[in-house]
C-alpha cells in the first residue's frame, strides 16, 4: 500500500503473469481453512511481543489499545487521497469496521445511494516493531481477501502492511522510512503481491513507484475463497541482512541489502521501528495499473469485507550474537543466506557477466542444458531447509525453456528440487522464482544443474538461497 502523490503510476501488469508463473512451481496445501484459528504459539526460539485476535464481541470496535482508527481521505496535512489516489472515505462505523462475534475483523467497504465509497483503515498504536540487534522480526496475520472476482472485484485493494514510524506525523519522508507491504491485492486476481518501497520517488534503488515486487497465486485455494497466512521476517542474524516474504509458510519473495545502498538501508532500519496496517481501499493507482482502466469499475460489488482472524508480531534471538556471513568466496557459509552464484568452486559451460539487477556485482549464464556450477560446503545446520529460490533471467527464444535444479555432493545425483524458466523478457530482466525441495539438513556441496530438451542456452542465474 504505497503512500506516493496520486498520480504516480503503481505497479505493471507483467506482475500478474509473473505471479501465476511462480505459483505453478510450487506444491499445494490442504484446502481445509477454518474461518477463525487461534493464534499459533510462537516457534521455538521465538517470543511474542504483540498479538491480536479480534475475539471481541459481533459489532464492536477493534481494541483501542491496540489499534488506531483512521479517517476521512488522508492524514491532516498529508497527501489526498492517502497518497494513491483511493476514492473511499475511511471510518469508524462498525459497518465498515467491526468484530464479529466468531474471532474475525471485518473491514467491508461500501457505497450509498450517491455513489460515495467509505471503507476502514486501522494501524497499531506501537510503532517500535524491529528486530532485536542480530535477531529477526516476524509479522504475521491469517487474512481471507474479499471473496469477490471479476468484474464484481474490480476497483478492491485489500492490504497488510508496515510502515516506518517515522512516517507517523510528518506524512512527506515516504518511502526513505521504509515500507513494507506483506498482503496487498487487487481487483479479485488470485495473487498476492510483497513489496518493499525504500529510498527516493520516483526511481531509486526501490524502483518506484513499483517498488521491489514479488507475486504469487495462493497455495491450494484461491486468495478470495480462503484464509491464508502472509508473514514477512526481517532477519538481522544473517549477512547480508534480509527482508523475506512468505504466504502459508511458503517464500515468495526476498530482498537483502546488498540490493540497495547502505544509505538506503541504514534510512529504513536504524530508526525506532515499524507500525502495521490493515485496509481495504477502493479504486486508485494500483488497481488501474493492474486492470488497464480507471477504477472502481461499473460492474464492482459493494459489501464484500476483509477477514482478519489474528495479527501477530515476534521476535527471535539478539544479544549481539554474531551473523552468519554469506557465501562470498568458493567453499563455506549459510545455507540461509543469500549465496552469489558466481561464488562458485567449480563449473562447467558457466560464464560470470556483470549484471544490472539491484546491488550490482555478477551473474552466472546463460546456462544451457549439462551446464552446473559447485558451492562447497554450505551449512544447513540442523534446521530443515524445504524451499529454495533464486534470482533468474532469460532471453531465450520463443520455445525455449529449461529447469533449474538442485543436488547435493554429485551433479549427478537425484535433484532435490527444481523449477522451469522461460522467456523473464531479456538476460538481465531479473525475477526471484521460489520451488519446494525435499528436507534438507547438515553441511553439502550445492550444484545448480541446468537441464532443457533444446540445445541453446536458457536461464543466468544472480543468487540463490534455502528456507526452512
Request: proline letters at 8%; hydrophobic letters at 35%.
Amino acid at each position: 500500500m504505497s503512500v506516493t502523490s496520486p498520480h504516480v503510476n503503481r505497479r505493471s501488469r507483467w506482475k500478474i503473469a509473473l505471479g501465476s508463473a511462480i505459483g505453478a512451481a510450487l506444491i499445494t496445501v490442504p484446502l481445509t481453512f477454518p474461518a477463525s484459528a487461534a493464534v499459533p504459539p510462537p516457534p521455538a526460539g521465538w517470543t511474542t511481543v504483540f498479538t491480536d485476535d479480534f475475539t471481541g464481541a459481533a459489532g464492536s470496535l477493534p481494541s483501542s489499545a491496540n489499534w488506531i482508527i483512521d479517517t476521512g481521505h488522508g492524514y491532516p496535512g498529508g497527501p489526498g487521497n492517502w497518497g494513491t489516489g483511493e476514492i473511499q472515505n475511511y471510518t469508524a462505523n462498525p459497518a465498515n469496521l467491526a468484530q464479529d462475534g466468531s474471532g474475525n475483523l471485518r473491514i467491508t467497504p461500501l457505497r450509498d445511494g450517491a455513489g460515495n465509497w467509505t471503507s476502514a483503515r486501522i494501524e497499531t498504536q506501537r510503532t517500535n516493531f524491529k528486530p532485536p540487534s542480530g535477531g529477526a522480526l516476524r509479522i504475521e496475520g491469517r487474512i481471507q481477501m474479499p471473496n469477490v472476482t471479476g468484474a464484481a472485484a474490480l476497483g478492491y485493494w485489500p492490504a497488510f502492511w508496515a510502515l516506518g514510524s517515522p512516517y507517523r506525523g510528518n506524512y512527506w519522508n515516504w518511502p526513505a522510512v521504509g515500507e513494507f507491504d506483506i498482503m496487498e491485492n487487487v481487483n479479485g486476481i488470485d495473487t498476492v503481491w510483497g513489496v518493499l518501497h525504500c529510498g527516493v520517488n520516483p526511481g531509486g534503488p526501490c524502483h518506484e513507484t513499483d517498488g521491489l515486487v514479488g507475486s504469487r497465486t495462493c497455495p491450494g485455494a484461491s486468495c478470495q475463497s480462503a484464509f491464508h497466512t502472509y508473514t514477512f521476517e526481517w532477519d538481522t542474524s544473517v549477512v547480508p541482512n534480509v527482508f523475506r516474504w512468505f504466504v502459508d509458510g511458503q517464500q515468495f519473495h526476498s530482498v537483502d541489502q546488498n540490493q540497495v545502498d547502505a544509505t538506503t538501508w541504514a534510512n529504513m532500519t536504524n530508526h525506532a521501528g515499524y507500525f502495521v496496517l490493515l485496509n481495504v481501499a477502493i479504486g486508485g493507482a494500483f488497481p488501474n495499473n493492474n486492470s488497464g482502466t480507471v477504477t472502481p469499475g461499473p460492474g464492482i460489488v459493494p459489501g464484500h469485507p476483509m477477514l482478519v482472524d489474528y495479527v501477530t508480531v515476534l521476535t527471535r534471538g539478539g544479544g549481539g550474537t554474531t551473523p552468519t556471513p554469506t557465501t562470498s568466496d568458493p567453499g563455506g557459509g549459510s545455507a540461509y543466506s543469500t549465496i552469489q552464484a558466481e561464488s562458485y568452486s567449480q563449473a562447467t559451460g558457466l560464464a560470470k557477466q556483470a549484471t544490472s539487477d539491484s546491488g550490482g556485482g555478477q551473474n552466472i549464464g546463460p546456462a544451457g542444458n549439462g551446464d552446473w556450477a559447485r558451492y562447497q560446503g554450505v551449512d544447513f545446520g540442523t534446521q530443515t531447509a524445504r524451499q529454495f529460490q533464486a534470482r533468474v533471467a532469460s532471453g531465450a527464444a520463443s520455445g525455449v525453456s529449461g529447469l533449474v535444479e538442485v543436488r547435493l555432493d554429485s551433479p549427478t545425483s537425484a535433484p532435490v528440487g527444481s523449477f522451469a524458466v522461460a522467456d523473464t523478457g531479456g538476460w538481465q530482466s531479473w525475477r526471484t522464482v521460489p520451488a519446494n525441495i525435499n528436507g534438507i539438513t547438515g553441511k553439502h556441496d550445492v550444484y545448480l544443474t541446468f537441464a532443457s530438451g533444446q540445445p541453446a542456452d536458457f536461464v543466468s542465474v544472480n543468487w540463490f538461497t534455502f528456507t526452512p
